[in-house]
């Protein structure tokens, strides 16, 4: 038996106005009715993961536990960042090294962090990792 991962969740004060935020960011399209719920995908029914945004009343009061690490199809990491700038987010950690690598730490309007790293473009495949579950 095995799951897969349907929606990634976040709770926010305007789900119409972040679900636009990051479907811009992401190239993605936004989807709703009369229900408060908002998806963004890139197509419905969704064929990958999505993002469903659900209004909380109460506000964000600490750092993330998850945060998603998004890498540029066809733009520069720098161009990406300075793309999610101007869409509104706020840049909130630069972690850029002088040989290129590294990756910035945003925050959405709602404050939710997410980094941008460098795409394969710039930064080459990345070899596969194994890792071993279980004894």
């Known amino acids: ?21 990051w479907a811009g960011l992401l190239g993605w399209n936004v989807y709703y009715d009369d229900d408060p719920e908002v998806v963004v995908a890139p197509s419905f029914p969704p064929s990958v993961t999505g993002m469903l945004f659900i209004p909380v009343p109460e506000g964000k009061s600490a750092k993330n536990r998850l945060h998603l690490d998004l890498q540029p199809d066809d733009m520069t990491r720098d161009e990406a960042v300075e793309r999610a700038v101007a869409s509104g987010a706020t840049v909130i950690g630069d972690h850029r090294h002088e040989d290129g690598s590294g990756w910035v ?15 394969e473009a710039e930064s080459g495949p990345r070899a596969p990792r194994a890792f071993r579950i279980g004894s």
């Not at 038996?1 to 935020?21: E, K, P, Q, Y």
């Not at 730490?105 to 795409?119: K, Q, S, V, W």
Request: with cysteine; aromatic share 6%; net charge negative.
């Open 105 to 119: 730490t945003l925050a959405d309007p709602e404050g939710n962090e997410f980094c941008i790293e460098r795409g």
């Open 1 to 21: 038996m095995s799951l897969h991962v349907h929606n990634i969740t976040v709770d926010c004060a305007d789900a119409r106005g972040l679900a636009t935020f």
